[in-house]
Nanobody, 121 residues
Framework: QVQLVESGGGLVRPGGSLRLSCAASGISFASHAMGWYRQAPGKQRELVAGLTSGSGGSTNYADSVQGRFTISRDNAKNTVFLQMNSLKPEDTAVYYC?????????????WGQGTQVTVSS
């Protein structure tokens, strides 16, 4: 059974930092690309940051978080992180961890339950 369990969300003041973690089980973690998405009330879920599979990995970020957020992974611990700095009220959302892999042309996606991030003074 695949499980992605996020942690690290909470309430933070503008300009503050948070570090989200996502622990994966039930998948071959290193062979999956990992991503963080977010969904604010009334808005569609959007990709925040992505990281390719393997140990080196290349990253991509939404324009709105470029330079402030950093995605990383620890394959030994089956965990992906999202370091969020210089947080803004518009970063408020539920953040979801995603694991995905394309296998023989078929993409599989797995999702965590989400963790709330609220940026407010």
């Amino acid at each position: 059974q695949v499980q992605l369990v996020e942690s690290g969300g909470g309430l933070v003041r503008p300009g503050g930092s948070l570090r989200l973690s996502c622990a994966a089980s039930g998948i071959s973690f290193a062979s999956h690309a990992m991503g963080w998405y977010r969904q604010a009330p009334g808005k569609q879920r959007e990709l925040v940051a992505g990281l390719t599979s393997g140990s080196g990995g290349s990253t991509n970020y939404a324009d709105s978080v470029q330079g402030r957020f950093t995605i990383s992974r620890d394959n030994a611990k089956n965990t992906v992180f999202l370091q969020m700095n210089s947080l803004k009220p518009e970063d408020t959302a539920v953040y979801y961890c995603n694991a995905n892999r394309v296998w023989f042309g078929v993409r599989s996606d797995y999702w965590g339950q989400g963790t709330q991030v609220t940026v407010s003074s």
